[in-house]
């Protein structure tokens, strides 16, 4: 669901240039050198912004960048963490704009994990090309990724993740993780998002899977 537009949100980003940048290409290749970190993260849809906060405090040796391209929605989770009490912001950045253009932003194999968090489903199918976890998404998330990259996506919408399922698969990825109810086990190591939180009070199954890429046969049989 589309947030109602807030009127403050774009002078309070134009404000706040130093933590939420819309097009920062000069960063491009230097997130890790900026966060300090070794592992960068990248959310993708961060919406309120309560899983990005929450994942950069537990984990704050790691580097954390959220992607939202709602203004109202990414001006309310960077106000969320510029504002909070004893705000820490040394491993944490946000991004407001497109995941279309990420290649803009971030060099080939810079990231280390890739978080898709409750997505839009895009349920009607003239519409699936537009998911996240579509092929030409895949294709670029490849390039980005390290490695050992990886990609872990959360979803309520058994349609999207079954589709996911199988243009991961199609596409040449893996899963080390592989859910349909999530949540039914303690993750402490993991943040509930907004969203998650309201599923799971209405007891809703939560799905989930990490996804690496499939190493080629040669390098399998080394």
């Known amino acids: 669901m589309r947030m109602r537009k807030k009127k403050w949100a774009d002078p309070w980003l134009a404000e706040h240039s130093d933590y939420i940048y819309e097009n920062p290409a000069e960063l491009k290749g230097k997130w890790k050198e900026l966060?300090?970190?070794e592992i960068l993260h990248v959310e993708i849809g961060t919406g309120k912004g309560d899983y990005l906060n929450h994942m950069a405090a537990m984990y704050p040796e790691e580097g954390w960048v959220g992607l939202e391209k709602d203004r109202s929605a990414a001006a309310v989770a960077a106000?969320?963490?510029v504002e909070e009490e004893n705000a820490d912001l040394h491993n944490k950045r946000m991004i407001v704009n497109r995941a279309e253009i990420m290649t803009e932003w971030f060099e080939e194999g810079e990231i280390d994990v890739i978080h898709l968090n409750f997505s839009d489903p895009?349920?009607?199918k003239y519409t699936h090309k537009r998911r996240l976890s579509s092929e030409s998404f895949?294709?670029?998330?490849d390039k980005l990724l390290g490695e050992n990259g990886r990609i872990r996506m959360k979803t309520d919408n058994v349609g999207l993740f079954e589709d996911s399922?199988?243009?991961f698969s199609q596409a040449g990825w893996t899963f080390t993780e592989f859910s349909v109810d999530y949540r039914r086990d303690e993750h402490p190591e993991d943040a509930v998002t907004e969203y998650e939180a309201r599923f799971m009070e209405l007891g809703q199954p939560i799905y989930q899977l990490t996804a690496v890429r499939r190493k080629p046969q040669a390098d399998m049989v080394k």
């Open 35 to 37: 966060l300090g970190c």
């Open 79 to 81: 106000r969320k963490a």
């Open 122 to 124: 895009w349920p009607k």
């Open 138 to 141: 895949l294709a670029m998330y």
């Open 165 to 167: 399922v199988v243009t």
